[in-house]
């Protein structure tokens, strides 16, 4: 590529100091307002050991660095946590931007045909690894995402996510009704397949798998109780699926389970509410409902592109923060419309305009990064630059285009320049991607190299 690379570093103890303009959230500002924010002007990242080490101004900590550390100069860009993208559908990358209809029957003219070929595993594998190269180019460093039902297809995703050292959420899709013959498995296949997917991946590295009915109706009452029995057999599995996308999909739900109270209550029947289940789109639902996510521990998707692309609603994030549920932001690639966490935080700020909701930049970056992290329940290990916590982040380039860089000069606040960052940027603003400190995307590698004196990173 002539305007960056993906780096392969070698593994390496050497530690890291990154120096840069560094924000990152220490709650939801929405909860602690500018306490929830910690921010240094000129600051200084250690890393050692892939792991954060040490922050704090570039001042203080710089004469306390030993001859062994590197130190890498970004001063200029902005320095945050590595973006967390909590649904994506890996095997739609291709379908991406197909004109027209809304769920059901985009579903039926795109997504079956193209989940079809992920059958070829060849194919899986080209895909998986384009897949994870557009998510770093784009500052996202963990990701939720689907497979297909094709357990090749999710040997290949966390192959290539392995190799990048991603940490990566994944699980083949369960669907044993209405989709093609080609499509579907069996309740009792898609469960075994799943158990030796799980045996073979599940806490490797950072790879951990997830429990995946593609959602309510395509599987049935075997299939949704297999799954529960899953997702509670191991205790530290994920679970991801959509509830409440489209208002025809709710309307199909309640004659397939018309005993059920709500399309929620379906999963909830099953076993499939808790921590670590994470729910896309989540727009028809009732207080009830909402409830019930808040008291389970259950996580909601924001998926703004997606659900404006299909016409789908508006997600009401307000009356998720009322009720202390826990939300994260998606993609939701390929019914949504960009791999950027930034174009993606500008159309949940459109949205929530929409609903008569506000979304201040402080918020949205927090949902990009802690909460989305807070959402899988991984906040422990990432989201933010608390010391021991896994070195993932992104720098971001107050000057990327010329368009930014004229805005950038007429702000005064940290505020108002995040805000042009989510409004403005794409991923052109990623000047590079770092996972466990090391840098895997570099835009103009050649140059930051020479400047940083990194010996080739």
Not at 123 to 128: E, I, L
Request: net charge negative; with cysteine.
């Amino acid at each position: 590529m002539s305007n960056g690379r993906f780096s392969s570093t070698p593994d390496t103890d050497t530690p890291i100091a990154i120096r840069a303009e560094i924000v990152h959230f220490l709650s939801d500002p929405a909860y602690s307002g500018d306490a929830a924010i910690e921010h240094f002007a000129d600051g200084l990242l250690l890393v050692r050991d892939g792991r954060v080490a040490a922050l704090g101004p570039a001042d203080d900590l710089l004469s306390q660095l030993g001859r062994d550390v590197v130190v890498i100069d970004h001063r200029g860009k902005l320095l945050m946590p590595g973006f967390v993208d909590t649904h994506v559908h890996y095997a739609q990358t291709d379908m991406i931007a197909s004109y027209g209809e809304q769920l059901l029957t985009w579903l039926e003219k795109y997504t079956f045909p193209t989940e079809a070929r992920f059958a070829d595993p060849i194919h899986a594998s080209q895909v998986a690894d384009f897949f994870c190269d557009e998510l770093l180019k784009n500052g996202t460093t963990t990701a939720m995402a689907f497979a297909t039902v094709h357990p090749g297809s999710v040997d290949a995703l966390f192959q290539a996510a392995q190799s990048r050292r991603m940490r990566m959420i994944a699980g083949k899709v369960l669907m044993d009704r209405h989709c093609p013959d080609w499509l579907r498995d069996t309740a009792a296949q898609g469960d075994a397949d799943s158990r030796t997917l799980i045996e073979r991946w599940h806490g490797r590295d950072r790879l951990t798998y997830a429990v995946t009915p593609r959602f309510a109706p395509t599987s049935t009452e075997e299939q949704m109780r297999l799954a529960g029995r899953l997702f509670a057999d191991f205790p530290d599995l994920h679970l991801q699926s959509h509830v409440a996308e489209n208002r025809g999909e709710v309307a199909w739900v309640a004659e397939l389970y018309p005993d059920a109270r709500s399309y929620l209550d379906v999963y909830d029947r099953f076993g499939q509410l808790g921590p670590r289940a994470i729910y896309a789109h989540c727009i028809w639902l009732d207080d009830a409902d909402r409830q019930r996510m808040a008291d389970t521990g259950t996580a909601m998707s924001f998926c703004p592109t997606s659900n404006l692309f299909l016409g789908s609603g508006l997600f009401d994030l307000d009356r998720a923060h009322a009720l202390g549920i826990r939300v994260g932001l998606g993609t939701d690639v390929g019914g949504g419309t960009s791999f950027s966490m930034l174009q993606t935080l500008n159309e949940a700020y459109k949205v929530l305009q929409l609903a008569g909701q506000g979304l201040s930049a402080e918020r949205a970056f927090y949902l990009a990064t802690l909460g989305g992290a807070r959402s899988l329940y991984l906040d422990d290990r990432i989201g933010n630059f608390a010391i021991g916590k896994e070195a993932d982040f992104v720098v971001l380039d107050p000057q990327a285009t010329p368009l930014i860089a004229r805005r950038i000069a007429h702000t005064r606040t940290l505020s108002e320049r995040l805000f042009v960052l989510m409004m403005l940027g794409d991923d052109r603003t990623i000047a590079a991607t770092y996972l466990l400190g090391r840098p895997t995307w570099i835009r103009g590698a050649e140059a930051i190299a020479q400047r940083s004196g990194s010996a080739g990173w």
